[in-house]
């Protein structure tokens, strides 16, 4: 295969996708499914911590009145983004603790520190050191989980449907939030302030660690990890149970024979090269430094944009709105969340293989501008909204009406978020690298996607305040974001390249170009070197075929000589 563009894939007619039927069994989608849970690892926090900080049984018992206006929004700020600052170090150290003791037990050794950090944290009894520690060590293992988890599941899935399963991990993100918002939501209708108020909550982070770190007893460890510490007797009987074929089937000895030499060519072109030559390629390379900066864009853009601050500070930000009421707000933040899940299934099943990486990411894009305009605009208009303490719109006035517009507005946003940056962040670090680098890049996205969500997380709070106290106002904090995201726009529309169908070995031909010319023109070139690739293939086969025919004639013309 030339590494062109593929058909779409068809989630409903996989048997027409040309692999044999038994690789699509049972043990494939539980081994997704029981690592594509390390996903709402994120979504889980994102959406709880909001309703612990809410409570006002954790309120008082970290004195959260005793504090000032300015000092309550650093507090909220800290405390929402501490496991951000804890997850730059998980995700910075991931790699490295894949490649030493394997995925199982590193998927093990996250859901420990998750635990650990998640009952710090509940056990804290209002001392606000322990509350950030807690937290920090909960980063450490969550911070593992878009490194460790995208691996695993790419590294067991059957080419034709990798990019689904990879989008399952995104899935569970939102599953995440959903679950956290519904947990608030009911848990502030059913129960009193004390502090089960806000630690039945937060004990969904230990529900969700404790059924994935029993889920990885009843996994297999990834082949092409025990392929690289020399294990392959074990990886081909591992690889032959997924497939559900016999170990001899010719699939699984193609597939076997295709991981093994794959590692060792890796091996051949590292050779003596160490950490320093990775470096050296990464930076030095042009077409590899054009794509560390379209993972850089990608990861600032996108956190900056607004929309995963709004998941962490939706009951914050619906307030602002005019929606009056922690149950009211609790309530119109679940259902948020549920949009949210729809999209992102949506956008997995039927959109990012259909109408490809960049348009997605564009129309992603367009929807969180339109809705970020819309609501900076409102906030404008009613300018008293977050600024004047008690305001509430009068019921019957045009406002409420454009308040309800700016709910729908965010929520238009979360589609956007899910059919955009959300999945593309994931999909364009993971296809963009050269084998040799891709560990190290890869890596070194994911810590700048947790800096950045740190930064934005940090802020947020800080932002929303007043002009008088500090910050820029609600209005303000829009108006960046909706400059934020027509820069991305613009950005991407240019910058960057269609990745969708191409295979990862035929990546290199997007980047043959100018890097001005890359974004617009690359899938084009590419194209044009698939054809080129394929027509000398057709003609080195020809003459190949051409070759041999003439020696077999000259064969029998020297037999009947001979006989003569």
Not at 386 to 405: F, T
Request: proline residues 3%; glycine residues 12%.
């Amino acid at each position: 295969m030339a590494g062109g563009v593929k058909k779409p894939v068809n989630i409903f007619k996989l048997k027409n996708l040309g692999e044999p039927k038994e690789v699509f069994n049972w043990r494939l989608w539980f081994a997704v499914f029981s690592f594509g849970l390390l996903g709402a690892a994120r979504g889980v926090d994102e959406g709880l911590i909001n309703g612990a900080l809410k409570s006002k049984n954790f309120q008082d018992s970290i004195n959260y009145g005793s504090y000032s206006t300015v000092e309550q929004a650093n507090i909220k700020a800290n405390i929402s983004s501490m496991v951000q600052i804890g997850s730059v170090a998980g995700a910075l150290i991931a790699f490295l603790i894949c490649d030493r003791i394997g995925r199982i037990w590193a998927t093990r050794s996250l859901c420990v520190l998750w635990i650990l950090g998640i009952a710090i944290f509940m056990g804290s009894n209002g001392n606000l050191g322990a509350v950030y520690a807690g937290r920090l060590v909960a980063g450490f293992g969550v911070g593992m989980t878009p490194v460790i988890g995208p691996i695993y599941v790419a590294e067991i899935s059957v080419a034709s449907i990798r990019g689904l399963c990879t989008c399952i991990f995104t899935g569970f993100v939102y599953l995440g939030i959903v679950l956290a918002y519904f947990t608030n939501y009911g848990c502030q209708l059913h129960l009193d302030e004390t502090p089960a108020r806000w630690q039945v909550p937060t004990s969904l982070h230990i529900i969700f660690a404790g059924l994935i770190f029993l889920l990885t007893f009843l996994q297999y460890e990834s082949p092409r990890y025990l392929v690289k510490i020399g294990q392959n007797d074990r990886a081909l009987h591992v690889l032959s149970r997924l497939r559900n074929l016999p170990s001899e089937h010719d699939y699984v000895q193609r597939e076997i024979n295709a991981i093994i030499l794959s590692y060792h060519e890796e091996m051949e072109a590292t050779k003596g090269a160490g950490w320093l030559g990775i470096l050296k390629e990464t930076f030095t390379v042009r077409s590899n430094l054009y794509r560390i900066g379209l993972a850089v864009g990608a990861q600032v853009l996108g956190q900056w944009s607004g929309a995963g601050s709004i998941t962490i500070y939706a009951p914050d930000l619906f307030e602002l709105l005019g929606i009056t009421g922690t149950q009211e707000s609790l309530l119109v933040t679940a259902v948020f969340g549920i949009i949210k899940l729809v999209a992102a299934i949506l956008c997995a099943l039927f959109l990012v293989d259909v109408i490809g990486r960049k348009r997605s990411l564009l129309l992603g894009i367009t929807c969180q501008a339109i809705a970020m305009l819309y609501v900076a605009g409102f906030l404008s208009a009613v300018p008293q909204l977050g600024d004047e303490e008690g305001y509430v719109l009068a019921p019957s006035s045009g406002k409420l009406r454009a308040s309800r517009g700016a709910i729908v507005m965010i929520y238009l946003s979360g589609v956007g978020w899910a059919l955009g940056w959300n999945s593309m962040q994931y999909l364009l670090t993971a296809e963009l690298f050269p084998l040799r680098i891709r560990a190290f890049c890869t890596s070194l996205a994911m810590c700048l996607h947790f800096a950045n969500q740190y930064g934005s997380a940090r802020a947020v709070p800080v932002m929303l305040l007043p002009v008088r106290e500090g910050g820029i106002s609600g209005q303000g904090t829009f108006w960046f974001f909706a400059a934020v995201t027509i820069l991305g726009g613009v950005w991407v529309f240019w910058f960057v390249p269609e990745t969708a169908g191409r295979s990862l070995e035929s990546m290199d031909r997007l980047f043959s170009l100018p890097w001005w010319k890359i974004g617009r023109y690359g899938n084009r070139e590419a194209a044009v070197l698939d054809e080129a690739e394929r027509v000398g293939g057709e003609k080195e086969g020809e003459m190949m075929s051409r070759s041999g025919s003439h020696v077999e004639e000259k064969g029998m013309v020297y037999g009947a000589e001979r006989r003569v």
